[in-house]
């Protein structure tokens, strides 16, 4: 099939998953064509049946918006027409289903068929979809996909929840490709980052609000008191700078370390113990699955879809938001001796084995194969 794949070109899990998704599907002979407005970070290497078509806004002195979404509808019409796609397949509902929509029509009114699919990430629908400004135009949008799919059974609810949806929503997991994980931890010398042998804890985000960090080094903090552990945080954003406060304020600079945005993620992973996730709010936890794929066990909160990926007591513990002082209870009870860590390590690995992609693609593929030759789903 000749596929389209419009996302997010930056670090977020919703362009990673986007882009794994297309590389594996050009790896089974699919021909797929990115699009978005810059190249995303993981199409990193040339591969075959991969090409990218770049989305570009020019700046006009009358615009205090440039309207990305009219270019990047005009930039479809022009690569679903010169490249015969069969399919599209939107990531993430702002502004990439509306765009999708626009140009579906204008394809129709030249005698092209284009059906497009959405698949919803989650902040697309838990924080900034359901606002007033963004409701109307993304329940029209996913109401008019050929197809819906979420990345979790949690945002399947949230997505009837926060919006009037007549359409069936499929749900698909988020995936790992987990030949990409468990790394001989080489790369990085874990000796280098815990030289006393201490325990490392790792974090790893986009530094946003909804993360909730500070939580992540309360846990470190009441940790520290009785096992030696180093924590290791790995990405940037917003909050960065209140963390790294909160790290002086608590005398642990030395113990805490900023990696900052790193793309090969899994070379940090492959060094950790354990993986802290303490989110407001998570659709699926990609982050928490690519630690699990690496052996690392996970102490994250109950939100959203993250039951669904991370096993209570098995893969992990989870707690509720903000409940700092169980998840640094958890925390020590797995990190207590090196049985008991061992058996959570495997544990991860054997739960993060049900998400490889080898189990999910085909969930895709037949999904396409309906949508381009059965015609749209439940519409
Ligand atoms: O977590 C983020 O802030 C990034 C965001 C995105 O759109 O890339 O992540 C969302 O999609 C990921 C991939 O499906 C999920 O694993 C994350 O749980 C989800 N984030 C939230 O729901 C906060």
């Known amino acids: 099939m000749k596929i389209g794949i419009v996302c997010y070109p930056t670090f977020g899990g ?73 399919l599209l397949h939107v990531h993430y509902a702002i502004p990439h289903a509306s765009a999708a929509f626009m140009a579906k029509q204008i394809l129709k009114s030249q005698g092209i068929n284009i059906p497009y699919i959405t698949t919803l ?39 009837f929840e926060h919006f009037p949806i007549k ?4 749900v698909i997991h988020n995936f790992i490709c987990l ?25 790893i985000s986009n530094f946003r609000p909804v993360k909730r960090i500070e939580d992540v080094i309360l846990v470190f903090d009441r940790v520290r008191k009785q096992i030696p552990v180093k924590l290791i945080l790995v990405g940037d954003g917003p909050e960065r700078n209140k963390i790294e406060k909160l790290s002086r304020d608590i005398d642990a600079c030395g113990d805490i370390i900023f990696l900052g945005k790193l793309r090969a ?23 928490a699955l690519e630690a699990m794929a690496s052996k690392v066990p996970v102490i994250s909160t109950n939100t959203g879809g993250l039951p669904e990926v991370n096993k209570h007591g098995y893969s992990g513990y989870l707690s509720d938001v903000g409940d700092v002082d169980d998840m640094a209870k958890n925390t020590i009870a797995i990190l207590k001796t090196d049985e008991i860590l061992d058996q959570f390590k495997l544990n991860a690995f054997e739960q993060a084995k049900l998400f490889d992609i080898r189990n999910i693609l085909p969930q895709y593929e037949s999904l396409y194969e309906e949508v381009v030759y059965k015609g749209s789903i439940n519409k």
């Open 14 to 86: 919703s362009g990673v998953v986007a882009t794994e998704l297309g590389k594996a599907l050009a790896a089974k002979g699919h021909k797929i064509h990115f699009i978005s407005y810059s190249q995303p970070v993981k199409l990193d290497h040339f591969t075959e049946n991969i090409f990218y078509h770049e989305v570009t806004v020019s700046d006009y002195p009358i615009f205090d918006y440039s309207p990305y979404e009219l270019v990047l509808a005009s930039k479809l019409v022009d690569v679903v027409k010169h490249e015969n796609l069969d």
């Open 121 to 159: 990430h989650g902040t697309d629908i838990t924080l900034v979809g359901k606002d007033p400004s963004f409701e109307p135009v993304i329940t029209f949008a996913i109401n008019e996909s050929d197809a819906v799919t979420t990345v979790s059974e949690s945002l399947k609810e949230s997505t």
């Open 179 to 203: 030949n990409q994980y468990s790394l001989p931890d080489y790369k990085l010398s874990k000796a280098k980052y815990a030289p006393n042998g201490e325990k490392i804890l790792i974090h």
């Open 167 to 170: 359409k069936e929503i499929r």
């Open 265 to 287: 993620t899994e070379e940090a992973l492959s060094m950790a113990d354990l993986f802290i996730l303490t989110s407001e709010s998570e659709s699926f936890g990609l982050a």
